[in-house]
Nanobody, 120 residues
């Protein structure tokens, strides 16, 4: 199983970016998917998660600017980021809790991270 994140880049404050993360491999089902971020010198923190049902959970300060969504048919999770601020600068990682054909229990898989830089 692999997770491939994309969509990061350099954007000016107030701009938008849309991150994507595709899960591939011997996947039976994906329970939850999420986005995390890690700024320089800081711990990785949760941004948002979305369940297979579509139920979402956000870190409260980001709700309203960030929107998580998923396409179950494509095993893909998205993060739409609007009104970006310099403090949103970080490496963004996707995570999927999924059941694969090689394990008997759900397992967490992580993408490689995509850099988001917001200039002031």
């Amino acid at each position: 199983v692999q997770l491939q994140a994309s969509g990061g880049g350099l954007v000016q404050a107030g701009g938008s970016l849309r991150l994507s993360c595709v899960a591939s491999g011997l996947i039976r089902s994906i329970e939850s998917m999420g986005w995390y971020r890690q700024a320089p010198g800081k711990q990785r923190q949760l941004v948002a998660t979305i369940a297979e049902s579509g139920t979402t959970n956000y870190v409260v300060p980001l709700k309203g600017r960030f929107t998580i969504s998923r396409d179950n048919a494509k095993n893909t999770v998205y993060l739409q980021m609007d009104s970006l601020r310099p403090e949103d600068t970080a490496v963004y990682y996707c995570r999927a809790t999924l059941l694969s054909w090689t394990r008997s229990v759900p397992w967490d898989y992580w993408g490689q991270g995509t850099q988001v830089t917001v200039s002031s």
